[in-house]
């Protein structure tokens, strides 16, 4: 069984920095396509940004050039860094990720293919 668990929500004020962690297994990390999705209340969840088996990465235009994801596969872990927080990034955060495989992955940030997904980690900025 797939196990994804995020770690590092918390409240900031605007402007602040957080960092999210998603552990997982070594196979996934490595194999599958994985991205951060958040939702708040009262509103579609949305693709912040995803990465690759290749390597590759995606953001949404939102969070371009404040957001960061990336990867250690030595400690089995997905990051989000997140720069320069509003108000409107307050949500539930999720790690996702596809089924693993041997062909290649590129990021993507839409939600179809993303069959494993964390509980989720509370993200909250205030002004």
């Known amino acids: 069984q797939v196990q994804l668990v995020e770690s590092g929500g918390g409240s900031v004020q605007t402007g602040g920095s957080l960092g999210l962690s998603c552990r997982t297994s070594?196979?996934?990390?490595?194999?599958?396509?994985m991205g951060w999705f958040r939702q708040a209340p009262g509103k579609e969840r949305e693709g912040v940004a995803g990465i690759g088996n290749d390597g590759t990465t995606a953001y949404s235009d939102s969070n371009e050039g404040r957001f960061t994801i990336s990867r250690d596969n030595a400690k089995n872990t997905l990051y989000l860094q997140m720069n320069s927080l509003k108000p409107e990034d307050t949500a539930m955060y999720y790690c996702?990720?596809?089924?693993?495989?041997?062909?290649?992955?590129?990021?993507?940030?839409?939600?179809?293919?993303?069959?494993?997904w964390g509980q989720g980690t509370q993200v909250t900025v205030s002004s």
């Open positions: 996702a990720a596809h089924r693993p495989s041997f062909s290649r992955c590129s990021a993507t940030l839409y939600m179809e293919g993303y069959n494993y």
């Open positions: 070594a196979y996934i990390l490595s194999s599958a396509c």
